[in-house]
């Protein structure tokens, strides 16, 4: 009866966690971006351009969510604002599993453009409104 009503609990607990998550994403809009993902890492036969983007991007009221899928080296990340002036840049180091999380709860209202490059020539960038 314990080691039921034990398992119940775990099951519970997992399910609560899941449901939580859920609906924070369900919250965050999707940001389309455009330019090139750059030339591929390693050298070799068989080694070409990774057919999925290296990077999603997603935004709620209060930040920026940069979540990677694949390493494509040391991604600089910069925030412009419509005038053209950098209000963000930061270096991330990319790997499968990693998620930038950028405050924006100190920029004022208006336009934006997200940039990400590297140096195997990655260039993507968007645009959003806060």
Known sequence: ???LFFILTVVGIFLTNATAN????????KLELSGSTGT?????????????P????????TAIYVDFYR?????????YDQMGQKVYQS????SYGVTEV??????PEGMYKIVFT????????GNFVL
Do not use: H, W
Not at 22 to 29: E, P
Not at 54 to 61: G, K, R
């Open 102 to 107: 950028i405050d924006t709860t100190y920029l």
């Open 22 to 29: 859920a609906d924070t994403k369900s919250t965050l809009s």
């Open 40 to 52: 591929a890492f390693g050298k070799g036969p068989g080694r070409s351009k990774a057919v999925t």
């Open 91 to 94: 270096v991330v180091v990319s």
């Open 118 to 125: 590297n140096t195997s020539g990655m260039n993507l960038e």
């Open 1 to 3: 009866m314990k080691k």
């Open 54 to 61: 290296p990077l999603e991007v997603s935004q709620d009221a």
């Open 71 to 79: 390493s494509v080296g040391d991604v600089t990340v910069a925030l």
